[in-house]
């Protein structure tokens, strides 16, 4: 599960949940994105706090855990650097899944290597109700049509959260309460996260 997570919400940890019981996954890791190649033109909170809360939120479910894999490796993160990783540490025999916003999936001709990103895994892209995997093919074009049997679409229903939807909530003093799990809402008034759009604080 792929995300920069800034921050968590309930969307993601539907999707995760869906996504395990859809294709009865064994385990589902969440990896905070460490260096985001695609964000230069916002400011991304520190990976800390994005890792912290990812743990705050899943910490109650026995096959959800976070990872710190690109937060720990230097430079941009780039999706195949990790999937390669992944695969090298869990071996060739197991499936991957990579879950993920169906935006983000859309846009995969320009990420790093996309040819060696479907060979790697299956690609789970999340999406509201009335998105299409057509979307998908629409920007993907011949690239999907070649790898169509890579490529699923996960509908979450009735849930409209999102990241950048939560920051600008905390912005203007909105409440977020039954947005994020209550320790991710408490985790963002402790270090007043998301304050005047200003690179929120360090973890101390
Ligand atoms: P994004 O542009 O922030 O997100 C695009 C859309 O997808 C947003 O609506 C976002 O909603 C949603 N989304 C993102 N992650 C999601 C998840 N896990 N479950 C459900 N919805 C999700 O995309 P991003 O988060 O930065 O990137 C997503 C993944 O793609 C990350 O793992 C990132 O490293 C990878 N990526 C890799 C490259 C590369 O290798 N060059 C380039 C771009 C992205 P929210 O804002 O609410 O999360």
């Known amino acids: ?5 800034d921050p968590i919400h309930f969307g993601h940890l539907i999707a995760a949940e869906l996504a395990r019981t859809r294709f009865t996954l064994d385990l589902v890791i969440f990896v905070p ?3 985001p190649p695609h964000k230069r ?5 520190p990976a800390e706090h994005r890792y912290a809360m990812a743990v705050l939120a899943t910490a109650d479910h026995p ?3 976070v990872s710190r894999l690109e937060m720990d490796r ?5 999706s195949v ?3 390669e990783e992944i695969r090298r540490r869990l071996g060739p025999t197991v499936d991957l899944y990579f879950i993920t916003g169906a935006d ?4 995969m001709l320009t990420w790093k290597d996309p040819q060696r990103l479907v060979d790697f895994c299956h690609w789970v892209a999340v999406s509201r109700p009335g998105y299409s995997l057509q979307d998908v093919e629409a920007k993907l074009g011949d690239f999907y049509r070649r790898h169509r049997e ?3 679409l996960l509908e979450v229903p009735g849930i409209a959260i999102s990241s950048t939807d939560i920051r600008e909530r905390v912005r203007n003093g909105q409440s977020i309460r039954y947005f994020v799990p209550e320790a991710v809402r408490l985790y963002i008034q402790k270090y007043a996260l998301y304050q005047d759009g200003q690179i929120s604080p360090k973890v101390r």
């Open 41 to 45: 033109c916002r400011p991304v909170s």
């Open 1 to 5: 599960m792929g995300g920069t997570f």
């Open 33 to 35: 994105t460490g260096d």
């Open 74 to 78: 230097p430079g941009p993160s780039f």
């Open 63 to 65: 096959l959800f855990q």
């Open 81 to 83: 650097d990790t999937l």
């Open 150 to 152: 890579r490529f699923h």
């Open 104 to 107: 983000a999936i859309s846009d």
